[in-house]
């Protein structure tokens, strides 16, 4: 990979992990659910004027959408109000790869490697940590509320990246500007029945630059810039070659954390870290070792 796609690599993964940041500040001024909505609502409008609609049907596009909008990010925003840090949750997202390993599976019979079982037990060990942390009196990074929310949310991400992967060959950035309509009048009704219209409209009124601007960066720097930019990379190089950059997400997340928010990076959160993110490493690289073990050595 030349340097300029690996510093636009970078770039990309550094923009996903901080954000959690970015989301902290836009839950200061907007309720959850209604963040979520903007967030979408100006990932679509206006450029859903100027883009063609990928070739994938309307179907295809409503349940992503769905997916992604109201299950992913719409339980991202609910849990992080107030039951999870932006540093661990950028971390607990991240099993969205087992969840979608897992639908893998079960929809289209694939077969989990032995070395990606030891990935999964890595992982899940690092889950349990923050459960078990989670259930402690004073804990104040995580609630067993907020892990099982982020769960879902993970799930969800993984049932859209299904969605994704039976779509085929499509325009990326068409494909998340034409499906993100789908999702806006689920968030605008749940952020109605949790808040209310009051609080809605007190929030879009009082709310300053700050919080308008994480929107702004949610919406275009955050989904249309990188996602197009990955997908741009994935285009000219090995899968190989670009994925395993994702494995900096948590830690720019939980950097950008504890540098910007001060969130405490204490002894079990690094454990716990480091379970997840060596599963995820093992993951993405044991199958590629192990095959190379069977290649037979030249004479």
Sequence with gaps: MPVSHLVLALAVVFVWGTNFVVIRWGLDEFPPFLLAALRFAFAAFPFIFFIRRPQASWA??????????????????????????????????????????GLAMVLQRERLAPVQVLALLLAVAGIALIGWQSTHAGAASITPNGLLILLASAMFWAMANTVVRRAGKIDALAFIVW???????????????????????????????????????QSVGNMLFAFAA?????ARHPAATVTPLALLIPLFGMGASALVLGESLQGWKLGAAALVIAGLALNTYGPRIAALAKVPKPS
């Design 60 to 101: 295809a596009l409503a349940v992503f959408g769905l997916f992604l909008g109201a299950g992913q990010f719409g339980l991202l925003f609910y849990a992080m109000r107030a039951d999870v840090t932006p540093g661990l949750a950028s971390l607990i997202m991240q099993t969205q790869v087992f969840f979608t390993i």
């Design 179 to 217: 499906s993100s309509p789908f999702c806006l009048p689920v968030l605008f009704g749940l952020s109605y029945a949790l808040d209310g219209g009051d609080a809605i409209a007190a929030s879009l009124r009082n709310a300053t630059w700050v919080g308008w601007a994480s929107v702004g960066w």
């Design 230 to 234: 990955w997908n741009w990379l994935l």
